[in-house]
C-alpha cells in the first residue's frame, strides 16, 4: 500500500483524498486511518457541512479545508455573498470536525494578507 510506504518513509501528513468526492475515496481514507500510520491521515474538503462531515465519518486524523478567495470564486461557489461570508463560514467550519481532528483552511496568500489573515488561529483549529 502506497500510505504505509510513504509513512515508512518518514512522511508526516498523507492528504489520502476527498471523503465526499466518491465512495472509493471515503473507503480509502477510512482504511489507511484504520492502519495504525505514524503519519497523520488528512481528507481534503470545501468549507461546506457535507464535506466536513464525510471527512469525520471516514476518521481521517485532519481535514484540510479550501475556500474561494477571489471574488470571481467567490460569486461562482456562493453566488451574492462576499469575502466576509466565506471568512465566516471558514471559521465557522473550523470547529465542526469531529473526533479531536484537526483542521486548518488554505486560502490564496493575497486574500490573506488583503484582509490581515496571517493570523495563525484563521489557519488553524
Known sequence: MIAEALDSLGVDIIEAGTAIASEGDFQAIKEISQRGLSAEICSFARIKKEDIDAAADANADSIFMVAPSSDIHINAKFPG???????EKALRRLSMPKKG??????CRRRFESRF???NPAFQEG
Open 101 to 106: 481532528a484537526y483542521s486548518r483552511v488554505w
Open 81 to 87: 455573498k462576499d469575502k466576509g461570508y466565506v471568512i
Open 116 to 118: 490581515g489573515l496571517r
